[in-house]
T-cell receptor
């Protein structure tokens, strides 16, 4: 079992729809959770970080964390074709210590 | 957000030569930097963790004598690919952790290495 698991996709949604990306992790001691977006041929860029159970909203993006169930998700509202990219989930075991473990990513395609 | 730069962005070299890639945190101090490699349509692969002032920690299967990492200051880490071969052609990406605020990793723009 991988430490961080994501559905590889591709996930395809129509423009304007909600895209839901999911990530599960195995280390119960994980403290910090991140979502990165990676366009083809580019490096990852940070979208969201979340540390506490519940929802965290930033514009069209909402990260959801449930430590008891060991999953973190990213919702993208009003999806745009420019959101088409690979989304990476990253989990860090302890704040200010340890390295992040990345999932393999979910490829999202938003169709006009 | 924090900015990480990488230089060069693209390099083409002949087989057998060495290539040095620089990674700089521009507006924060990074006690820890990470080096990744990514082949086309594949996942990020962590190569090594670089801590300022100490030896890098390499992931299993990564040759430390081939991929030399130096982290001499809080804002600069370098990766040198020694005696590069065509199979080393890849997208090399560094990231830096902003230790002062959180454990967030910020990525550089990457270096595309092509070895002929």
């Amino acid at each position: 079992q991988k430490e961080v698991e994501q559905n590889s996709g591709p996930l395809s949604v129509p423009e304007g729809a909600i895209a839901s990306l999911n990530c599960t992790y195995s280390d119960r001691g994980s403290q910090s959770f991140f979502w990165y977006r990676q366009y083809s041929g580019k490096s990852p860029e940070l979208i969201m970080s979340i540390y506490s159970n519940g929802d965290k909203e930033d514009g069209r993006f909402t990260a959801q964390l449930n430590k008891a169930s060991q999953y973190v998700s990213l919702l993208i509202r009003d999806s745009q074709p420019s959101d088409s990219a690979t989304y990476l989930c990253a989990v860090t075991p302890n704040t200010n210590a340890g390295k992040s473990t990345f999932g393999d990513g979910t490829t999202l395609t938003v169709k006009p | 957000g924090a900015v990480v730069s990488q230089h060069p962005s693209r390099v083409i070299c002949k087989s057998g030569t060495s290539v040095k890639i620089e990674c700089r945190s521009l507006d924060f101090q990074a006690t820890t930097m990470f080096w990744y490699r990514q082949f086309p349509k594949q996942s990020l692969m962590l190569m090594a963790t670089s801590n300022e002032g100490s030896k890098a920690t390499y992931e299993q299967g990564v040759e430390k004598d081939k991929f030399l990492i130096n982290h001499a200051s809080l804002t600069l880490s370098t990766l040198t690919v020694t005696s590069a071969h065509p199979e080393d052609s890849s997208f090399y990406i560094c990231s830096a952790r902003d230790f002062a605020s959180t454990d967030t990793q910020y990525f550089g723009p990457g270096t595309r290495l092509t070895v002929l």
